[in-house]
């Protein structure tokens, strides 16, 4: 069996206010919540799961929402931009809405010989939208004011920020099997071939940069995605002969993960596409009720009690 990482498998944030986090995702932006959950190491706070109809590894953003969380700062040793893809033509559709609902944005702009466009949501965490060289062909979840032919699809890039790209590109590429695709001033776009999305990490390369501070309106981390557990195992013993800590392997009930922290200090998470989200919810009521750990579920009565209430 051939071993390969295909690309991104989600991104988790840290958010402030439950409420405002799940209202910009889901009725802003037109994602679906695909599981409402919480942090395992801390059971009084939620994690929210928003990506398709599926929540097809590649599409899933996550977040842990504290309340009363500091504002943290961007900066060298993070991922400091999540780019998600958008069809052809649908960037003044966005500008007009982003103008209507107060979303911070900025002019739209071209990369890589693509456009996209930027913008933050209420936290400060930067995003962008953009429109592929290639045609992405997923099938985005449609509202009722976004339709298909405007809808987010999933991700399209990440980017991470570091004083020197080597020691990170060598991760990408000795280990993961991404390619250095292009370069444009000093940024590095790396992508592998194992699948046609989510599948591109830009490097910032900034020798001047701050150290980034992880609180609200930043990237905890960035998983990368794998078939199965097998695959997971063989990535971990690369990890390891490369001379780098990881953790054993961690059932977060909707995929097995891995993390390690790479050179750049990004912490990197190997996740599963294994069991999936439908494990204990069917496809059509997901993210419709609180679902717990087992380790918590005889805790039910009192974290609802201590979880903030959620409008839906």
Do not use: C
């Amino acid at each position: 069996m051939e071993h390969k990482i295909l690309g991104l498998h989600h991104i988790t944030a840290i958010a402030g206010n439950a409420q405002r986090n799940y209202d910009f995702y889901t009725k802003t932006l037109g994602l679906r919540m695909v599981k409402k959950t919480v942090n395992f190491d801390d059971p009084k706070t939620y994690h929210f799961y928003f990506g398709d109809k599926t929540g097809t590894p590649g599409s899933i953003l996550t977040f842990f929402p504290w309340e009363r969380v500091k504002k943290g700062k961007n900066g060298v040793g993070m991922a400091t931009e999540i780019g998600y893809s958008v069809p052809e033509g649908s960037l003044d559709f966005w500008k007009k809405r982003f103008e209507k609902n107060g979303v911070e944005f900025g002019k739209t702009r071209e990369q890589f010989g693509e456009k996209y466009l930027p913008f933050r949501d209420p936290d400060g965490l930067n995003l962008k939208l953009v429109v592929p060289k290639h045609e992405d062909d997923r099938e985005a979840w449609e509202t009722d004011e976004i339709k298909s032919d405007v809808a987010l699809k999933g991700f399209h890039s990440v980017t991470l920020t570091l004083y020197n790209v080597g020691p990170t590109a060598g991760i990408l590429t000795d280990i993961f099997d991404y390619e250095l695709e292009e370069k444009e001033d000093d940024f590095y776009r790396y992508k592998t071939s194992a699948v046609e999305n989510a599948a591109i990490v830009d490097i910032h390369e900034d020798p001047t940069a701050e150290r980034g501070i992880n609180a609200g309106g930043t990237n905890h981390h960035i998983a990368f995605r794998v078939k199965d557990e097998e695959t997971q195992m063989y990535f971990r013993e690369k990890i390891i002969e490369k001379g780098l800590q990881i953790t054993e392997k961690i059932d977060r009930d909707y995929f097995f993960s891995l993390y390690f922290r790479e050179p750049g200090g990004v912490l990197f998470e190997i996740a599963t596409d294994n069991p999936g989200f439908t494990r204990d919810e069917d496809l059509e009521e997901l993210g419709s009720s609180l679902k717990l750990p087992a380790q918590y579920e005889g805790s039910r009565d009192r974290i609802e009690k201590l979880l903030p209430e959620l409008k839906h």
